[in-house]
């Protein structure tokens, strides 16, 4: 009977160390799944405190993550209650029957403003940007400065109305510079208002507003002419630049006042030749086969007296082996020695002829009733037909294709 009592003894002290073992597992077991961490692919719904607490650590990891590259859009707390439409297809945010959280008294740091609150997507700040103006920062090799201006016309009382903004990155003799600009509405070279001078800057901030009286039937044959000019110690005037501006390139209303910026160019200080001079672009796509003139400006020309009203135009040809092939003209402008014309022409011409071809440029002058008269002319080619300045032009044309390659050439008369 004792060895039975202590058998029945050993046998129930082990169940009860295996009860006891199983039931410490099944609780550890319990223990780790309540800490665990399981990602969140279903809806969510917020049930709980547990829910709660899950959904505060997926906000806090989901915004330290996205930090770096983007801003969360949120949900605050104090929302939490409202019922919210699909975001996505895999997101959804509801709250049946919390409460409303109340937000703790006293300072809080900004993270902690974000506990409980639920991330629905991120904002790209790149997005929202204004586009960067790059007049102000690309400035090519060379640039001596730039001008910003803007022009408006009233048509009722025929007023040209230019403001005069600004200028940048001036590059004077001296290292101080004290900038004024003068202001011409071509042809009538013997008037212009002027600017007050701003001392000691690089880049004067103008914004002054100036008047000019013209109809609108010559509006358009105009052309606004800026000159920078640096005032030195002893009272001397030096030009820095100038910008020539025609306005028929521009579409003139009282409703559309129109700001425009332009690159200083150097005035061509050389004297003009005997017939005047002209200053012209070539360029050559060679993939589409298209040369491109730019006739932008004569000076100097030797107007006939005999036809003072008389409009001076440019006649742009095509020649092939001295076969004409095209020809094109621009605007007549009238009574002026010195016109601004702005205006392009394009040409059919094969890479193979470029050997063969030549553009000649002549000015004339028209006279009503006869014959337009000759004031010059100036032909570019290949070596077959040019040399010197002319030649050059050409060539630097065909070693530089798609850019604009800008020359004055001297006129001749010869026919």
């Not at 009860?19 to 223990?31: A, E």
């Not at 052309?223 to 306005?247: E, N, R, S, W």
């Amino acid at each position: 009977e004792q060895a039975v009592a202590v058998a029945g003894g050993i046998i129930g002290g082990i169940l009860l160390f295996v009860l006891l073992g199983i039931t410490v597992y099944l609780l550890w077991k319990k223990f780790c799944r309540l800490f665990s961490y399981e990602k969140l692919i279903n809806p969510v719904k917020t049930t709980n405190e547990n829910a709660i607490f899950q959904d505060q650590a997926n906000s806090e990891i989901l915004l330290k993550s996205a930090r770096s590259r983007s801003v969360p859009f949120i949900i605050p707390p104090t929302l939490h209650g409202r019922d919210w439409s699909h975001l996505t297809n895999e997101e959804q945010v509801q709250a049946d029957s919390d409460p409303y959280m109340t937000p703790q008294s006293g300072p809080r740091s900004s993270f902690h403003s974000l506990a409980g609150a639920y991330v629905v997507g991120t904002i790209n700040p790149d997005l929202y940007k204004f586009p960067e103006d790059k007049s102000e920062t690309d400035f090519p090799d060379g640039n001596i400065g730039r001008l910003w201006f803007s022009i408006e016309y009233e048509q009722e009382s025929e007023r040209l109305l230019v403001s005069l903004i600004k200028v940048r990155k001036l590059q004077p003799p001296a290292d101080s510079c004290s900038p004024f600009v003068k202001i011409y509405l071509l042809p009538d070279e013997r008037s212009y208002l002027q600017s007050k001078t701003k001392c000691k800057t690089l880049n004067p901030q103008f914004d002054e507003n100036f008047v000019f009286q013209v109809s609108s039937k010559m509006l358009l044959q105009r052309t606004l002419k800026f000159l920078v000019y640096h005032v030195d110690k002893q009272k001397k005037h030096h030009l820095l630049g100038q910008v020539i501006f025609p306005l028929k390139s521009e579409v003139l209303t009282e409703d559309n006042k129109l700001v425009i910026w332009r690159d200083l160019e150097k005035e061509n200080l050389e004297p003009p030749s005997e017939y005047g001079d002209i200053q012209f672009s070539l360029s050559y796509n060679d993939y589409l086969g298209r040369l491109t003139v730019v006739v932008l400006r004569a000076r100097g020309l030797k107007l006939q007296e005999e036809s003072p009203a008389g409009g001076v135009y440019v006649k742009v040809s095509l020649m092939n082996y001295n076969k004409f092939i095209k020809s094109k003209k621009t605007a007549a402008l009238l009574g002026t020695p010195n016109p601004v014309y702005n205006e392009t022409f394009s040409f059919k011409a094969d890479q193979t002829e470029l050997d063969t071809a030549s553009l000649s440029l002549s000015v004339l002058q028209s006279n009503k009733g006869e014959k337009a008269l000759l004031l010059g002319r100036v032909v570019v080619g290949p070596f077959m037909y040019t040399r010197g300045k002319e030649l050059e032009h050409w060539n630097e044309m065909i070693s530089k294709p798609k850019e604009l390659v800008k020359r004055w050439h001297a006129l001749c008369h010869s026919t």
